[in-house]
């Protein structure tokens, strides 16, 4: 009995001083083999704690990317915690990161530790922006001249704005561009449908190249039909690239979507653009339909604001989206009668 009392006792410091970060192996004989992307969670909404590991694990097993997934962390506790806005451990990796990928809404960081991701804005390293990195940091926090609650429009080219589609009424269909529709980025994608509604792109200019726009569906169903009238006339900026300049430093390239909830990421050819995008930020041949089938089970939650007691109550801690761990939704938060979980495209 005494020995089993120690051995739990073992365990349980071993996972307390459990680092607070994942770490996904590369493959030097895949296509991505080489490349190191970093992906920065931290949203109380569309639960990008779910979604990135999600995204690494694909990035990492199918294609040879080596992923570092961050996420915000309580330090009283160590467990993940989408509402603490001050901590983001492990943002040093940006040190020696090749592809950034950010879904954080309203961060306050500290100083130290937007040191990292304003070195490697100055180096004009690629950034990829998911949903609410429009508004990824908040505060009055200043670095070199940079004030981070502008960093969506000196980086993506947008901030936040309000939402265009009815939230939690009517959902997103992506319409490609013509006039671009043979970008690399589009390679193998024809069919995306997200819940989450389009938002409002109002400070968008000539020098970003519009890949997607956003039609507004009439229900949360995939099914369902455009949205007559001005919400559709002219449709909104959906998927884009542009260059950026920051803090006197290099020019580098900046990929935004406002899609971006794990559910949304339900959708495989949403999953084939962002992988696309990082084959082609990385410098690399983009496939021409990348294998996005899960690595893991993934059953993403609804989006939406959660109590955070009950969300503490969870204790999950980065391992708990670990390869070989499965995705579980969040039973407290219930999607609307109207959401009907369907893929709309091939893998």
């Known amino acids: 009995m005494m020995s089993s009392l120690i051995s739990l006792a073992v365990a349980a410091g071993i996972r307390a001083a459990e680092q607070p970060w994942l770490e996904f192996a590369g493959d030097a004989a895949k296509p991505g083999g080489g490349t190191r992307v ?14 990135l590991p999600m995204l690494a694990k694909i990035l990492s097993e199918r294609h040879g990317f080596q992923c570092t997934v961050l996420f915000a962390i309580d330090p009283a506790t160590g467990f993940i915690n989408p509402d603490y806005e001050n901590n983001v451990p492990g ?21 130290e530790q937007l040191r990292w991701v304003a070195d490697y804005l100055k180096r004009g ?16 926090a200043e670095t ?11 980086v993506l080219g947008e901030t936040w704005v309000s939402h265009h589609g009815k939230h939690k009424v009517e959902g997103t269909r992506a319409v490609i561009e013509p006039a671009h529709a043979d970008q690399a ?11 989450t509604d389009v938002y409002t792109v109002a400070h968008l200019k000539d020098d970003a190249t519009v890949l997607l726009r956003g039609e507004v569906t009439a229900t949360l169903d995939a099914a369902s039909a455009a949205v007559a009238g001005a919400k559709n006339d002219p449709m909104m900026p959906l998927a884009w690239f542009r260059e950026y300049e920051v803090m006197g430093g290099k020019k580098g390239r900046a990929f935004c979507t406002t899609m971006g909830a794990a559910v949304d990421l339900l959708s495989a050819d949403l999953r084939r653009l962002l992988v696309n995008v ?25 989006y939406g604001f959660v109590d955070n007691d009950a969300w503490a109550a969870r204790k999950l801690r980065p391992s708990n989206f670990a390869l070989g761990q499965a995705t579980r939704p969040y039973e407290r938060v219930v999607a609307p009668a109207s959401y009907v979980s369907r893929q709309t495209d091939s893998e």
């Open 38 to 51: 970093v992906l920065i969670s931290g949203d109380e909404e569309y639960r990008s704690e779910e979604s």
């Open 91 to 111: 943002l040093e990796s940006l040190a020696t990161a090749d592809v950034m990928i950010i879904a954080t809404r309203f961060r306050q960081l500290p100083p």
């Open 125 to 140: 390293k690629p950034v990829i922006g998911l949903r609410t990195a429009t508004h990824a940091f908040t505060g009055e």
């Open 144 to 154: 070199d001249g940079l004030k981070w609650k502008e960093f969506g429009l000196a």
């Open 185 to 195: 980025m589009l390679r193998g994608v024809k069919t995306i449908f997200g819940p």
């Open 278 to 302: 990082v084959y082609e930020f990385s410098g690399k041949a983009v496939p021409a339909k990348a294998d996005v089938r899960f690595v893991d089970p993934f059953e993403p939650s609804f």
